[in-house]
């Protein structure tokens, strides 16, 4: 969906006129500060084993570490686009990042449960802030021709720092300092505050605002967009509709949203106009987001994911093959931004989603002999997709907005992503769950108790443990549990296959999405201003 400020029109007016003095300084702070907030989730996951062990905490417990955290930036963020409106974004981010600088000293320090949860909560609300506030200021503080590097620099981070997070934790771990996954952020935060203080200009409370201000809608939005993410986020983890937590949290989030478009049809001073939703160029680009967070999970989870599960790497090991998608993106992104201020936004959006798919599909032959080289020629077409159907998706979306309505695209896209991103993971985990326990099954068929040829096999892989493991049981018993192991590896390894030609499936279905899409302004950087009355 899509935030709009029909009161902006008269009350922001003055300070969307306001020009960035150092454009530079100011997109480098939006970068890092979009690179800050990606990043966090991203590591998170990565260390989560390293986390409990420090910690002392189960996985079931572990597992809200990041939910929690997810579900919080969610919530802020129909918030902090609207009140970076109200208050400015120079204001939300100094407040948001002290906070958060401030809090991240405290996760390695606490081993009560509630204790960390609570300040997950309050971490995530307030670098949830970060995005949405700055693309905002990219939108409405800078000249239109420094946009498109503003929108290189959100890019950027995003393929990046979801890339890079990999490398980063695996040295924290092998260095045995964990800790700086969370003690990171109070060295890049007040970096980053230094860079927003220099950059970004000083306005004054917007008062008119504020005594507009939707609460209820902004209420009712951030927390059913936050319960739909825990509940995705935990569903896989719980089995779904079989799980009442999960229900509880789906169900009340789907009542939220929904009351959130009965508060807007009635409120006088909505968030967002509810027929501007069904517009082509507002629908469809918040979908194909969505789609892009889906096609994001080859490298995001499924990678990873066959990484660690069948090849046993560790995640410095994981992070040199995510580095082929990560480092090239500082050459890729500044080229991309190039090409798409020449060219019509949708061609290179609809090269960018053939890459993606494109990539997958040579995942598709994938056997557990493939190591980190086998990865390299798909790696390198995935760096492409990605890089190029953000940039152009994001260029395309602002084409159609003034800066009155910097904050609400800010929140369309940082929502759509999330939401995108979360629902793909949750659906491929599922998905990899269901088919690798298939394929089990229709393997295990062929390994039969008493055969010969199983026996066999069973006792070829017991020779290792034939008197030189010592307390580790019968040798037989080792064979058959290691015979056991290889046939649930290779199940694995047919569902991840699976998994890669699902996901370039939908990539493919994203590039007949932009078929939907109407011819965008002749200059993307000056766009034409709509009428929101």
């Not at 990539?507 to 302004?521: C, E, H, K, N, Q």
């Amino acid at each position: 969906m899509t935030f709009t400020a029909p009161a902006a029109l008269a009350g922001a007016a003055p300070a969307a006129t306001r020009r960035c003095d150092r454009p530079v300084v100011g997109i480098a702070a939006v970068m890092l500060g979009a690179f800050i907030s990606s990043l966090n989730t991203r590591i998170t996951t990565f260390g989560l084993a390293d986390i409990r062990g420090g910690l002392g905490f189960g996985f079931d417990e572990a597992s809200w570490i990041t939910t929690v955290f997810g579900a919080a930036q969610m919530a802020v963020t129909p918030a902090a686009a609207w009140m970076s409106t109200v208050l400015g974004t120079r204001r939300v981010l100094l407040w948001t990042a002290a906070v958060f600088a401030t809090t991240s000293l405290l996760p390695p320090l606490l081993h009560d449960w509630n204790a960390l949860i609570a300040v997950q909560l309050v971490r995530g609300l307030a670098v949830g802030a970060f995005i949405p506030a700055a693309l905002g200021f990219v939108l409405r503080s800078l000249a239109p021709r420094w946009w498109m590097w503003g929108i290189a620099a959100y890019a950027f981070r995003f393929v990046f720092s979801q890339n890079i997070a990999g490398a980063v934790e695996g040295w924290y771990s092998e260095a045995g300092q964990w800790q700086w996954i969370f003690w990171q952020n109070a060295v890049l935060t007040p970096l980053m505050m230094a860079l927003v203080w220099l950059a970004m200009p000083r306005r004054p409370i917007d008062r008119v605002l504020l005594a507009r201000t939707d609460w209820t809608g902004i209420a009712y939005a951030g927390l059913g967009f936050a319960l739909l993410y825990a509940g995705l986020d935990q569903g896989n983890r719980l089995d779904w509709l079989h799980s009442g937590p999960v229900c509880g949290l789906l169900l009340g989030g789907a009542l939220l949203v929904a009351a959130f478009v009965v508060q807007e049809a009635r409120c006088e001073y909505p968030l967002i106009h509810l027929p501007v939703l069904i517009l082509p160029n507002v629908a469809v680009p918040a979908l194909l987001i969505s789609l892009y967070g889906f096609g994001s999970t080859a490298t995001g989870y499924v990678l990873p994911d066959y990484l660690t599960r069948v090849q046993g790497l560790r995640d410095l090991q994981i992070g040199d093959v995510l580095n082929l998608i990560a480092l090239p993106q500082f050459v890729l992104v500044p080229a991309v931004a190039l090409l798409v201020r020449r060219f019509d936004a949708r061609l290179p959006l609809v090269f960018g989603f053939a890459m993606i798919a494109i990539g997958s599909w040579m995942n598709t032959g994938l056997t557990h002999d493939w190591a980190g080289a086998d990865f390299l020629p798909s790696q390198i077409v995935q760096a492409l997709g990605l890089s190029f159907a953000i940039t152009a998706l994001i260029t395309y979306a602002i084409s159609h907005i003034t800066p009155a309505q910097a904050a609400p695209i800010a929140a369309t896209i940082q929502i759509a992503r999330l939401l995108g991103a979360e629902i793909g993971t949750a659906a491929i985990q599922t998905f990899v769950r269901m088919r690798e326990q298939t394929y089990s099954n229709l393997i295990g068929q062929h390994v039969v108790g008493g055969s010969v040829l199983t026996e066999g096999a069973a006792a070829q892989l017991a020779v290792p443990f034939d008197g030189r493991a010592i307390g580790l049981g019968d040798p037989a018993a080792q064979g058959v549990g290691v015979l056991a192991a290889k046939v649930q590896h290779e199940a694995y390894v047919l569902a991840y296959i699976d998994a890669f030609w699902l996901i370039a499936w939908v990539s493919l279905a994203g590039i007949l999405l932009v078929l939907f899409l109407r011819t965008p302004p002749p200059n993307p950087l000056t766009p034409p201003r709509i009428d929101l009355g």
